[in-house]
C-alpha cells in the first residue's frame, strides 16, 4: 500500500511538472515577467523535489530519462517564445536555397541590392529580424541544417522552423543516452544525469527556444566520454566538432596540460584545430565579415553581466564610454589569465570540475549571459557533483524583467540578487571540493611573495656614509 501511493504521488509530480512545461512554452511570453517567474518558480520546486525522489530511489532512472524525451517531444511544434533568433535561422537557410552566402551580405544590404525581390517568406522573415545590421555569425555546421530546414520546406516557414528543431533534437537525445555511460566510467550513480535531462532551463532553452548549444554540449560530452577511455584521438576529433559549433570549449585547452602532459596536449589540440578549422573553413573565408559582425555584439550588447556590471557602476558617466571600450578590452585578457592560473592549481583528478570553473569564470567576466549559455554548465554539474549552476538556472530568468517594456531597462537589483545568492553558493561549494591543489597554491603563493620582496629591495634606496 505504501509503495502504491508513493507510486501516485510521484506520477502526480510528473503530470504536474508535464502541465507545467507545457503552460510555459505555449502560453508565456517573455514580456509576462510576472507568469513567467511564478510558472518557472513552481517547475524548479517540482525539479528539486523530483531529484530528491530519484535519489531515493535511484532504480527509477529510467522513469526520468522518459520523462525528460517526452517533454522534449511535446513542445518540439511550439514555436520558440522566450527569443527572436531563430528567425535568423530562417533568413540563412533561406537565401542559401536562393543562391547567396549567408557571409556575404547583412539582411540589410540584401533588401538595398534588391536581392529580396518578390519572395514573400524573405520578406515575412527580413521584418523579424532583431539584427539587420549585422553578418551572420552562425558556423557552416549550422548553415548546413538551416539550409536543409529551408530545401525541405520550399517557403513553409513552420516545417522549416520544425525541421531544424528536429536535427538539433537528434543531438539531445544523443547527449540523453551518452550521459549516463560517461556517469559510469566516473563511477558516478547513474541518476545524476537527470539533473540535466530534467532541468527546465535546458528543456525549454535547447528545445523549446532551439538555440544552439545542443551539439557543442553533444560533442563536448564525447570528447569527455573518449578521453576517459584514454581514446585521444577520438577525443581530440570530438573536442574540433565542438569548437567547429561554437568556439567556447577553446578556452578548456589548457586544463588538458595536465592530464596529457604537454606533448600530449600540443598533439590533441593540432587535431582539434584541424578538424575544427576544416568544418569552419567556409566562414573564415569571410573573416572581415564575421569579425566585424563580432566586435559589434561584443561592443553594443550587454545582458545580465556580472563584475563588467558590477565595474560600470563605479565609472563616471561622463568618461564612461572611453573606459568601457578599455573594460571590454581589459575582461577577455583577464578571463584567459584566469583559466591559465586555475589549469596551473586546479588538482589532477578534477578535470571536469575544473572545466565547469573554466566555463563560469568566462561568464563572470562577460558583458552578456543569456540563459542558455548555462546549459553546457549544466552538464558538466551532472558530471562533477558541483550544484551552482543548478542554482543559477533557477536564478538567471529574473534577467527577463528587461523585457517587460520594449525600452529593455535592466533591474540591477534583481541582478545583484541573482549573483549574490549564486555567488555565496559557488563560493560555499569551491571550498568543499578540494578542487585546487593546496601543494602547488603554497609554491605560486611562496613564490609571488619571494617576487614582491624582490621588488621592495630595487625600489628600496640605498643609503651611503
Known sequence: MNDRTTRR??????????????????????????????????????????????????????????????LRLSIVFAIPNLTDDHFRFLWDGIIRINGFNAYWYTPEEFRLFGYIGNKPDMHQVYALLNSKQYHSIYPPFYQAIFTFGAWIAQGNLYIQLICIKVILLAFEFGTILLLPKVLKQLNIAEYNALWYILNPLVIFELTGNMHLEGPMIFFMLASIWFLLRHKNLLSAIAFGCAIATKLWPVMLMPLFFKRLQFRGTMVYGIIAAAVAGLLLLPMLREYTHVAESLRLYFSQFEFNASIYYAIKSFIDKETQYDLLLRLQNILPVITAATIILLSLLYRKDKLI??????????????????????????LLSALSGLRFPILWSMLIYLSYYTYITPAYIESQMLIAFEYGILDIYLIYELLKSELLDHAIMQKVITQFNLWLNMLKRKRTPTTYK
Open 353 to 378: 570540475p575544473a572545466m565547469l570553473l573554466a566555463f563560469t569564470i568566462y561568464l563572470f567576466f562577460a558583458t552578456t549571459v543569456h540563459p542558455w549559455y548555462l546549459t553546457p554548465l549544466i
Open 9 to 70: 504521488w510521484r506520477y502526480a509530480v510528473y503530470v504536474l511538472y508535464f502541465a507545467l512545461c507545457l503552460l510555459m512554452q505555449y502560453c508565456t511570453e517573455r514580456t509576462q515577467f510576472v507568469q513567467l517567474i511564478t510558472i518557472y518558480g513552481g517547475l524548479c520546486l517540482l525539479y528539486l523535489l523530483m531529484m530528491r525522489s530519484f535519489a531515493m530511489h535511484q532504480d527509477k532512472y529510467l522513469e526520468g530519462e522518459m520523462l525528460g524525451i517526452l
